[in-house]
């Protein structure tokens, strides 16, 4: 029988005035970006969540502290691959990665696919392995009013 585990990411970080905004590896021009410890990319932190739950690692609060200093300013996608490798060490591989990006702006659409490939290349899945989708709020909330974003990821992995 086939060893299945699933596994749920949720993240949210709020917006602010002179940071870089960068979504699942990709810095997409726009005025404002994500703040946090690493460069805040919440697409990528809920993949790494969704990874750290099916594979009971907890989550990457407890994988990657942020309480270290050498994870400030750090890439997400080098904590994805951190997080890849400690998967493949206890024989996990990935079957599929699903995501939802909730953020009222700016549009996502055009880069959906670069942010893709750059979570499939981290963790040396093909690409047709890993979806991006995006949906607004509909201008309800804390994504609709322009205060922060969020991101669910879905994981499931299978025993090698
Ligand atoms: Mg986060």
Redesign the pocket.
Same mark, same amino acid.
């Given at each position: 029988m086939t060893d299945l585990r699933i596994g749920h990411g949720y &993240?949210?970080?709020r917006l602010a005035e002179g940071r870089r905004l960068v979504l699942g590896g990709v810095e997409i021009p726009w005025e404002r970006g994500l703040l946090?410890h690493?460069d805040? &990319?919440?697409l990528v932190?809920a993949v790494m969540d969704a990874l750290a739950g099916a594979a009971c690692l907890g989550d990457?609060g407890r994988l990657f502290p942020d309480t270290d200093p050498s994870y400030a300013g750090i890439s997400s996608l080098k904590l994805l691959r951190e997080t890849g490798r400690l998967l493949a060490e206890r024989g996990y591989g990935v079957v599929n990665i699903d995501t939802t990006l909730l953020a009222q702006a700016p549009k996502v659409g055009p880069y959906r696919q670069e942010m893709a490939e750059n979570i499939a290349e981290a963790l040396g899945l093909q690409p047709e392995q890993v979806n991006v989708k995006a949906t607004t709020e509909e201008g309800l909330g804390f994504t609709g009013d322009g205060s922060g974003m969020a991101a669910h990821a879905v994981a499931l992995l299978e025993k090698l």
């Amino acid at each position: 029988m086939t060893d299945l585990r699933i596994g749920h990411g949720y &993240d949210v970080h709020r917006l602010a005035e002179g940071r870089r905004l960068v979504l699942g590896g990709v810095e997409i021009p726009w005025e404002r970006g994500l703040l946090g410890h690493s460069d805040a &990319d919440v697409l990528v932190h809920a993949v790494m969540d969704a990874l750290a739950g099916a594979a009971c690692l907890g989550d990457i609060g407890r994988l990657f502290p942020d309480t270290d200093p050498s994870y400030a300013g750090i890439s997400s996608l080098k904590l994805l691959r951190e997080t890849g490798r400690l998967l493949a060490e206890r024989g996990y591989g990935v079957v599929n990665i699903d995501t939802t990006l909730l953020a009222q702006a700016p549009k996502v659409g055009p880069y959906r696919q670069e942010m893709a490939e750059n979570i499939a290349e981290a963790l040396g899945l093909q690409p047709e392995q890993v979806n991006v989708k995006a949906t607004t709020e509909e201008g309800l909330g804390f994504t609709g009013d322009g205060s922060g974003m969020a991101a669910h990821a879905v994981a499931l992995l299978e025993k090698l």
